[in-house]
């Protein structure tokens, strides 16, 4: 009896060592995946209508940096599965037109409130936390080579 115990409890480790190594794989896939230059399209409920406004995630250190248009930020990110969260951004701080600087906020705003992201045909969309409302969408470059 103490022998199947053993072997149970075994199996169950490898088990849950293997799902632990598999959700790794999937996360590590995730990152590379998103990895890439992106131009901002929309940033909350407003079309971004600048090619100013961009962004790139770097899969080696799970960084990111941008331009808002304005000001230029940069910081990190984790990310679980389609779980994503970017850290305390830092941010230059000029002051520029209006405009600007409210499509500013509002892309600063999506990145602080962002809780998963789906990746489909060169788009990514960035959803909220709380109620999984689309708070920002951008467009991958491509970077295919001939």
Do not use: P, W
Not at 61 to 66: L, P, Q, Y
Not at 106 to 115: H, M, V, Y
């Amino acid at each position: 009896m103490k022998t199947l115990s053993t072997i149970s409890l075994l199996t169950a480790l490898l088990l849950f060592m293997g799902c632990d190594e598999t959700k790794k794989v999937i996360d590590v896939a995730g990152t590379v995946q998103l990895s890439g230059n992106y131009t901002v399209t929309e940033a909350g409920d407003t079309a971004v209508n600048s090619e100013d406004v961009t962004f790139s995630l770097a899969a080696l250190d799970k960084s990111i940096s941008g331009n808002t248009g304005c000001n230029s930020f940069f910081g990190n990110y984790t990310i679980d599965l389609y779980a994503i969260s970017f850290g305390d951004l830092a941010v230059s701080e000029k002051y520029c037109d209006k405009d600007i600087m409210n499509t500013e906020r509002r892309l600063l705003n999506a990145l602080n409130n962002t809780g998963s992201y789906a990746l489909q045909d060169g788009v990514l969309t960035l959803y909220s936390k709380t109620d999984r409302s689309v708070l920002l969408k951008a467009t991958k470059e491509n970077n295919t080579q001939n």
